[in-house]
């Protein structure tokens, strides 16, 4: 694996999108519940940031992967790649849709008309990508988890086609291709479906992270000290948490019972309450990760 180097600028934008994607559902739905509120359309301006917002994540990731496994390795360990994506991504996940699960499922019997075994889609992380194709258990993650899986088990092709693109220019052609297909051909194609919602969609994006983070670990610059920005870490390394609890947070518990607040009351405690339960369920999944990391 390449030397690790510290951006800020990354983990700010990564912040910034999360904060944006936060905000939005939380006018989103509390819209409907004080629509008295004059705030009201300031959260719903932040709908034309969301799709930016969504990209700007996808970009990182392949920006961050890059930066570690990227084509400036010779021979990267994809073996070691896997495993800490694995460890990343799912006992956070698991743990969370766990709990839901056995409150919902199990103790309440929902969604009784889904066969059982498609909890395997979500054991996957793949159920909130695949419940616009299927009925699924689907309970946290969203469509973003699902995708972002797939990119990351296509990640090293990618990176394969770049280091091709660079000996022999010709191998360009993929990625115009790509890109072809996802902004011209699948919005024609993709009737009926959130095609935004695909893998094919955001490959381009993800892609494109993949040479920035190419290129960053090229560079002869030295990287910023880590220890000056402990804040910004800190925040930005809670955003995958927050992702996963901040909606059930809003649908669950905090839109039905404290409504009455108004949106920028309410908002103050909503947001660090998020970031609170992230942390909550990063060291609560702690155990599990050590467990699971032994195993791999």
Known sequence: MAEKRYYP???????AAALVIISYHYGAEMAFLAPESTAGPAFAALAALTEAAIAAFFLLSGTGLALGYGPQV??????????????????????GFGALFLYGEVLHGNNPEVPRWRVVFSLLGLDGYLLQFTPTFYKIGEWFLGCLLL????????VWVLRAAHRRPAWWAVPAAVCALAWLWLPRAGAGIQYTHTVLWRLPVFWAG???????????????????????????????GVFLVHHVLLTL??????????????????LPVCFALAWCLRQAARPLAWALGRLL
């Open 253 to 270: 518990v905090f839109a039905p019972r404290l409504a009455w607040l108004g949106y920028w009351p309410g908002y103050a405690v909503y």
């Open 74 to 95: 010779p021979h990267p360990n994809w073996r070691r790649y896997a495993r800490g994506r694995v460890l990343a991504i799912y006992p956070m996940y698991w743990l």
């Open 210 to 240: 993949i040479a920035l983070g190419a290129w960053l670990a090229r560079r002869p610059a030295p990287a910023a000290d880590p220890a000056r920005w402990r804040v910004l870490r800190w925040l930005a390394g809670q955003c995958y």
């Open 151 to 158: 990119l990351y088990a296509v990640f090293p092709a990618l």
């Open 9 to 15: 600028a990354l983990d700010a934008l990564r912040l």
